[in-house]
């Protein structure tokens, strides 16, 4: 077989990435190395209940600590009235964020913050936080999604009602919403079925696991000017927060973001930026640094949701499913909006259905307001619907790809929610898994299986600006504002030195704040590489263009006969390289561009998985893990790859050990990398991946999103590789050693 | 021009169970009042203030449109009012 050549001298390389250096020796800056004259140092008192009225807060003594310059509490915020805020990828209702960030009547989980302090130095703050005096009323705490909705538990917001399939309740409750996607004769597609599964499934509240904390250091300026240095994924979303919240007008508003030390999601939301401005304004506009510790940044931010969902589906002997049935209760924590829309969303997203329907809940709970996380909502639907697939193909007597494949959906298939799929690749996905040597490969020795499972992300598109500046030498300045998380300045980088012909290296990304670039969204929903790439092909057709009239100018002749390839300007003969016609500017040549291109195309993945149960423990090993994807065109294969094995990475960790625990209490008991136990290396192999790359016929270079596809099939592949090694079906995340006894002592009591 | 609407379950109340309505708009403003037309009350469902509701995203021949109610549907199309979705 040979493969056909490249049409791309750039992109499909694989060169090192722009920030590396600074990185791997320690020089790159991060928030917590933000030093400005005059900086004061932050904290945050955060309650110790899980559901509390707030009865009075005395700040004086405080206040009257030498050293401590500022305190503020939630009477210092703007009031908010309800107001829903576009964030880009999603909307949050302001009101709920002023509350999650300083609580106001009430806090809802332990961990909510309740004042900050800012003082000379990090121990005064400290110690000030001790002096503030909380008088709380304890009330009622309700943790789990499933016991929130019944009628007599306890209600957190007193003003929430149900928007119940478009309609507004009347009565107050924990269930913010419940809609549904509906599709054919659910009865007569079950009715059809020779075979039926049905089950229900739990998973745990997990976190992020970013490795750099959230931290923010603000400047409120005399000139009520608002200056924020922070970690985020979206520079400009922090500046829109902020002006909403803080109520004054954006143009006051400058955020510059720092190196980002993770993100998955938990840092779009704001947590520290309007805390640390309000100190600075209070403390005579002397500069503000607040950082979380590690306890806070698990108590406090992220999480994304535990999750109820039951699946029913049913299938013909000859293995085409005929209906399918979720009901999805996704805990979003103290404020409405969990990720369950997008999670009905992937439930079913690889099959063909013709009679579906999925009922979503968004339930509030005295847990932390849920964030989201690398493909929100997705790894948790797709646990429970593709062990139910699995177990399908199991009765059938069917390979479990072959029967995904009898079913897998196409290019003019409906999604549950309606639209029709364009150019997809799930189809060859599944081909390239079956014929990876790892699914056919012997595996030997007792309690040890074989599982496989896919998964599908939407990803999006996004507003994206970028500029870029010729220089003398050649080399082009490349101004950006998306937030580098997975080495994207390369992609970006990669995808302009395509367009303009140039070597990747002659190509200078930098990643500029609000003050210094067009808008762009987060960097988020799997979209930089598309959409800031899409950017970045403008602005290199445009400066080619530029630079075409240039060399007509130089030889005096017509535009029009003029001709760029490869990045060499000829004429009637003469040809100038792109780095020589440079060197000719008299003015200098730059161009912009700002897109928002909505033909993004979604990502499927399909992920083997070899495991070990130790029996007399409980625990599982992973042997081998192999990760096939859809992924368009690889713009730079190794980071694809490196998403693929990160995600797997999550996905692992998120299926046998991570978990949220409380005490009776509702106070979090594991908040420390100790107890909260994320995979290491010495907890995983060599994560195969395979590269499937069906272009995305929406993009100048095919590009799909690849970031959050893997994490989604992970804890569904190994609970069942787990069935195939034990037996036992595992319907609860994590699959942890004590769930894994449990589940095998009930089996054999006949229970399971 | 002619476009087929898919109506999304939660709101068949209002149509009376029909899941799918032709009509005639040039943008999805013009869709949203030839809806609440014939069936009153989708307006208010659909939008607020003038433009689509927070959290709901309308997708034209499966690609989500840019501009709400103000994108322009200028060749016969398929119209869904879906769920607005967030990504990590």
């Known amino acids: 077989m040979t493969t056909p050549a490249s049409p791309y001298k750039v992109i499909g390389s694989r060169p090192l990435r722009p920030d590396g250096v600074d990185k791997v020796t320690g020089r790159a800056v991060y928030g917590a190395d933000v030093r400005l004259p005059g900086m004061l140092y932050g904290k945050v008192l955060r309650s110790p209940h899980a559901h509390a009225r707030i009865v009075a807060i005395d700040v004086s003594a405080a206040l009257a600590l030498r050293g401590v310059r500022a305190v503020v509490t939630a009477q210092d915020m703007p009031a908010i009235g309800d107001k829903i805020a576009d964030l880009g990828e999603s909307s949050v209702n302001l009101r709920y964020t002023s509350n999650n960030l300083l609580a ?12 900050a302090v800012a003082a000379e130095n990090i121990h005064i703050a400290e110690e000030a936080l001790a002096l503030i005096e909380v008088e709380y009323e304890v009330l009622p705490h309700v943790l789990d999604g499933k016991a929130a909705m019944a009628p007599d538990a306890p209600i957190l917001l007193d003003d929430l009602r149900t928007n119940e399939l478009g309609k507004r309740g009347d ?20 009715a059809e079925a020779d075979v039926i599964v049905e089950r229900t499934f739990h998973t745990a509240t997990v976190h992020q696991g970013y490795i750099e904390p959230q931290n923010a250091t603000a400047l409120w300026n005399e000139d009520d000017q608002v200056l924020v240095w922070c970690s985020t994924q979206g520079a400009f979303s922090v500046q829109e927060q902020l002006a909403e919240l803080l109520q004054i007008p954006l143009s006051r508003v400058t955020v510059t973001p720092t190196e980002i030390g993770g993100g998955f999601g938990g840092k779009i939301n704001i947590y520290l930026e309007p805390l640390a401005a309000l100190l600075s304004r209070k403390a005579g506009h002397r500069p503000v640094k607040l950082v979380m510790t590690r306890a806070e940044v698990l108590a406090a931010t992220g999480p994304t949701s535990g999750s109820h969902i039951r699946v029913k589906m049913g299938a013909r002997r000859d293995g085409v499913i005929t209906a399918a049935e979720a009901e999805l209760i996704y805990e979003a924590g103290a404020y409405p909006g969990s990720p369950v829309g997008a999670g009905s969303g992937v439930i079913f997203a690889p099959y063909r259905l013709n009679n579906v329907q999925v009922d979503g809940y968004d339930v509030v709970v005295n847990r932390p307001k849920a964030a989201a996380y690398r493909a929100p909502g997705g790894t948790n639907a797709v646990f429970a619907a593709e062990t139910v697939v699995d177990e399908l193909a199991e009765k059938l007597g069917i390979d479990p790809i072959e029967f995904r494949l009898r079913n ?11 639209p029709e799929y364009k150019r997809i690749g799930f189809i060859e996905t599944l081909e390239a898994a079956r014929n990876h040597p790892h699914y056919t490969a012997p595996l030997t020795g007792k309690h040890r299986g074989r599982g496989v499972a896919a998964g599908f992300w939407f990803n999006w598109g996004g507003k994206s600006s970028a500029t870029a ?5 050649g080399t082009v300045n490349l101004i950006e504002g998306s937030t580098d998380i997975g080495g994207s300045r390369a992609s970006i980088a990669m995808q302009l030195a395509e367009t303009l012909g140039i070597p990747y290296e002659d190509i200078r990304p930098q990643v500029v704040g609000t003050a210094s670039v067009g808008y762009n969204d987060v960097t988020g929903g799997s979209r930089t590489t598309f959409g800031t790439g899409w950017a970045v092909y403008e602005v290199g057709q445009k400066l080619l263009e530029e630079m075409r009239v240039r060399a007509a100018d130089y030889w005096d002749a017509p ?104 005490d009776d209490q509702g106070r979090l008991l594991n908040a420390s990398l100790l107890d909260y136990r994320m995979p290491t290396a010495l907890d995983l192999p060599m994560i195969d991946t395979v590269l499937v790359e069906v272009h995305n016929p929406g993009h100048p270079y095919g590009v799909r999103g690849v970031g959050e596809v893997p994490i989604v099939p992970p804890a569904a592949a190994i609970a069942n590789a787990i069935y195939r090694a034990i037996g036992v079906r595992m319907t609860e995340l994590p699959m942890s050693p004590a769930r894994i006894i449990a589940a095998m002592e009930m089996s054999r009591s006949g229970q399971g | 021009m002619h476009h087929e609407v898919w109506i999304p379950p939660v709101h068949r109340d209002l149509t009376g169970g029909v899941e799918r309505v032709q009509v005639e708009a040039a943008t999805v403003g013009d869709v949203v009042a030839a809806l609440d037309a014939r069936y009153p009350g989708m307006a208010a469902r659909l939008t607020q203030d003038g ?19 103000r994108q322009r549907l200028p060749t016969p199309g398929e119209i869904h009012f879906i769920p607005a979705l967030a990504g990590g």
């Open chain 1, 469 to 473: 500046t010729v220089n003398a030498d």
């Open chain 2, 51 to 69: 433009r689509l509701r927070p959290g709901i995203a309308v997708a034209v021949d499966g690609v989500i449109a840019t501009r709400g109610l």
């Open chain 1, 408 to 418: 897998a959906v196409r290019e003019g298939d409906r999604r549950v929610d309606g």
């Open chain 1, 104 to 115: 106001h009547d009430k806090v809802l989980y332990y961990g909510h913050a309740v004042a």
């Open chain 1, 171 to 190: 009565c107050p409750t924990n269930v913010a919403e419940h809609f549904r996607h509906q599709r054919g004769d659910l009865a007569q597609g079950f």
């Open chain 1, 559 to 662: 535009v029009e006969a003029v001709s760029v390839a490869n990045g060499v300007f000829t004429h009637n003969g003469d040809a100038m390289t792109f780095r020589e016609l440079a060197s000719k500017l008299d003015v200098p040549v730059t161009a912009s561009a700002s897109v928002h291109p909505q033909s993004y195309g979604p990502g499927f993945g399909v992920h083997i998985v070899d495991v070990e149960v130790d029996v007399e423990t409980g625990k599982v090993s992973i042997l081998r893990y192999t990760a096939a994807q859809d992924v368009g065109k690889a713009i730079h294969p190794s980071y694809v790859e490196g998403q693929l094995q990160g995600g797997a990475a999550q996905g692992i960790g998120w299926a046998l050990n991570e978990e949220y625990v409380y």
